[in-house]
């Protein structure tokens, strides 16, 4: 069982910077592919970053936040990172992060775990 805190949500003015954390629980956190999602109002879930198991040393991200926002880990505080930066209005949208055991995957059914959503909103 692997239980996912994010933080670090919030309200930004177009063109700033967040950066997301994700804690998870246990003590198999390296052995879990880590992703990144985001639901806006009315729209469905989409991914947005992932990165791989162990050290992650394999990263992906959906075309429009390439170069914008950077996925990390820290296994060593069993943490997940994803850095925005020049944020725009449609990243407006709850974000979620997810684990999946091992293999990593851009497909919001694949993964078993969820945490319970941090609120990102940018304004115009």
């Known amino acids: 069982q692997v239980q996912l805190v994010e933080s670090g949500g919030g309200l930004v003015q177009a063109g700033g910077s967040l950066r997301l954390s994700c804690a998870a629980s246990g003590r198999t956190f390296s052995s879990y592919a880590m992703g990144w999602f985001r639901q806006a109002p009315g729209k469905e879930r989409e991914f947005v970053a992932g990165?791989?198991?162990?050290?992650?040393?394999?990263?992906d991200y959906t075309d429009s936040v390439k170069g914008r926002f950077t996925i990390s880990r820290d296994n060593a505080k069993n943490t997940v990172y994803l850095q925005m930066n020049s944020l725009k209005p449609e990243d407006t949208a709850v974000y979620y992060c997810?684990?999946?055991?091992?293999?990593?995957?851009?497909?919001?059914?694949?993964?078993?775990?969820w945490g319970q959503g941090t609120q990102v909103t940018v304004s115009s």
């Open positions: 990165i791989s198991w162990g050290g992650g040393s394999r990263t």
């Open positions: 997810a684990a999946r055991f091992a293999r990593m995957s851009d497909s919001s059914s694949e993964y078993d775990y």
